[in-house]
């Protein structure tokens, strides 16, 4: 069964950092792209980040370009969010998920049907 396990959220002040993780149980040569989506309470979820598994390319959401990087680790089976000068507007539950489908239109990425598999979430709160 696969599994896509995050960690790291937390309570945080505006300004500060945090670092998420997840933990992938399938082969990630298999898969295409990781990624970060978060929802807030009431709201859609909506595209944070991705990377391809092998190559490394990233797309980002303008809301956090320059402040969050992604980086996805192929032969460990993990991805990572690092966030940084956080904002009460990214208090959200942030979710992982991996994708096998190659698009040329790299906005294919930004959506939820791109990607096969997904967390349980972990909750991140800025406060300001």
């Known amino acids: 069964q696969v599994q896509l396990v995050e960690s790291g959220g937390g309570l945080v002040q505006a300004g500060a950092s945090l670092r998420l993780s997840c933990a992938a149980s399938i082969r990630t040569a298999s898969m295409y792209v990781v990624g970060w989506f978060r929802q807030a309470p009431g709201k859609e979820r909506d595209f944070v980040a991705a990377?391809?598994?092998?190559?490394?390319?990233?797309l980002y959401a303008d809301s956090v370009q320059g402040r969050f990087t992604i980086i996805g680790d192929n032969a460990k089976n993990t991805v990572s969010l690092e966030m940084n000068s956080l904002k009460p507007e990214d208090t959200a539950v942030y979710f992982c998920?991996?994708?096998?489908?190659?698009?040329?239109?790299?906005?294919?990425?930004?959506?939820?049907?791109?990607?096969?598999?997904w967390g349980q979430g972990t909750q991140v709160i800025v406060s300001a």
């Open positions: 998920a991996t994708g096998s489908r190659f698009a040329l239109s790299p906005n294919y990425y930004t959506t939820t049907g791109a990607y096969d598999y």
């Open positions: 990377v391809t598994w092998r190559g490394g390319r990233t």
